[in-house]
Nanobody
Framework: QVQLVESGGGLVQTGGSLRLSCVGTGINFSSNTMGWFRQAPGKQREYVASITPGGSKNYADSVKGRFTIYRDNAKNTAYLQMNSLKPEDTAVYYC?????WGQGTQVTVSS
C-alpha cells in the first residue's frame, strides 16, 4: 500500500522560508516522479513542482526562482524548499506519486 506523508508546514512571515518533506512508503520511490501541489481556500488544487526519477525538475511559473524541489532516494523523501514566501503561497501543500496523495501540510504566510 502506497503511503505519502508530508511535514514541515507552518506559519511564516512574508519573505520567510520553509522546507516541506514527503516520505513515501510502499513504493519503489527512486523509480517514481514526485510532485508537489497546493490548494488555497476556495480554489482548485494546483501544480507547484515535480521531479523525475532522473532528477529533471519542473515548476509552476508562480514559484520559479523561489521554490526548489529535490529528492533523497536513500531516505525515500522528496523535499520542497520554499524561499521568499508570499501571502499568496498560503495553502495546504500535498505531495503525490502514482496518483496517490498525502494528507497535506498547511503553509500560512502572514503579511
Amino acid at each position: 500500500q502506497v503511503q505519502l506523508v508530508e511535514s514541515g508546514g507552518g506559519l511564516v512571515q512574508t519573505g520567510g522560508s520553509l522546507r516541506l518533506s514527503c516520505v513515501g512508503t510502499g513504493i519503489n520511490f527512486s523509480s517514481n516522479t514526485m510532485g508537489w501541489f497546493r490548494q488555497a481556500p476556495g480554489k482548485q488544487r494546483e501544480y507547484v513542482a515535480s521531479i523525475t526519477p532522473g532528477g529533471s525538475k519542473n515548476y509552476a511559473d508562480s514559484v520559479k526562482g523561489r521554490f526548489t524541489i529535490y529528492r533523497d532516494n536513500a531516505k525515500n523523501t522528496a523535499y520542497l524548499q520554499m524561499n521568499s514566501l508570499k501571502p499568496e503561497d498560503t495553502a495546504v501543500y500535498y505531495c503525490s506519486a502514482r496518483s496517490v496523495w498525502g494528507q497535506g501540510t498547511q503553509v500560512t504566510v502572514s503579511s
